[in-house]
């Protein structure tokens, strides 16, 4: 369970984060003084902070300065402002990403998901394994390649984010939700066709050495990833 620090004064806005991530299984702590955010701080001690920009007393700017000098937790910056000198400021000052009110709290999600994945989860380059394999393919991490017999082939991004869902999860069959959440990026907007696209490319890769029914559609349901030769129940 990841411990989320709210420093927002807006209080509904506040509680209006706390309820849509609670049910999601994260711990959330708003901030009660904002003379001790600091102190508080360090009692919470949180794996990622939602931090405002308009604060009473010190600015968000500054607060987020004084953060980044003691952890290297990421760091969401929420502001009103829309100047692009506002969004330099915070990354500056250390913030991970930047998000304009008003927003959709499905967006603030897919936003905190990528930077907890990337600080703490399977896309951590703390916990990247060299390679997965699958019977005889073989998925090198840090080149994006797949390998089989000696032959190989390069991934794009989303390729190599997918295969690699895919082997670490083979036997499970994973909702197109889980694909896609896997696919997203803060950067860029990734919806059902995108999915499809890229299982379609990733196949037509595979097929060229007979793997492609590896990959198996699951109708309602999602995907099913096995090892060549097996058959699924």
Known sequence: MYTIYIVEDERKIAEAICSYLEPYGYHIHIVQDFTAILKEFETVNPQLLILDINLPYQNGYHICKLIRERSSIPILMLSARSSEMEQVLGMENGADDYMLKPFHLEVLHAKIKA???????????????????????????????????????????????????????KGKILSRDTCLEALWDDQTFVDDNTLSVNVTRLRKKLQQWALEDQIQTKRGLGYLFVDAGSKDA
């Open 115 to 169: 930077l907890l994945r990337r600080s703490y989860g399977d896309f951590s380059e703390l916990s990247q394994p060299a390679e997965l394999q699958s019977g005889e393919l073989v998925l090198s991490i840090p080149q994006m390649e797949i390998l089989y017999r000696g032959e190989t082939q390069t991934l794009s991004k989303n390729e190599w984010k997918l295969l690699r869902l895919f082997i670490e999860n």
